[in-house]
């Protein structure tokens, strides 16, 4: 419900939403009816989250969170992975899909250049620039 609060306080474009039983605990709905709804969208494109990304696996901790992601990405013509260097290498439950399926992973500037050459094989990747005031040591307040 993040983005969906922010696209609509600060922006002009139309919002879907799915409908279906709400999550609260990942704010997204999920379950049959959320799933079909996807059915007679033509999406342009579909961004999903991840809790996960080892080598070609992209993985979720529940099966129903998976679905809904899979009919949105199905319906979409350009799929991206949103994910931040801490996902990788890493894996969850459930994989819902394989990385070879997105066209784009969008991560952070703190991706390893070993990481960015081995995930590069399955997809583009698309990364934050770095900022030269950036400094990782001291915690974010």
Known sequence: MIAFNYLKNHTSYRILLTGGEFSPITEEFIGEVAERSFESLNVDISF??????????????????????????????????????????????????????FDYLITDNHLSEQDFNHYSKYLTILKEPKNDTDNHDEPIH
């Open 48 to 101: 999903a989250a991840t809790n996960g990304i080892f080598d070609n696996n992209v993985t979720t901790a529940q099966f129903i969170e998976g679905n809904i992601q899979n009919a949105a990405l199905n319906a979409a013509k350009i799929k991206c992975i949103v994910a931040d260097y801490s996902k990788l290498n890493k894996s969850d439950v459930y994989t819902f899909r394989k990385l070879t399926d």
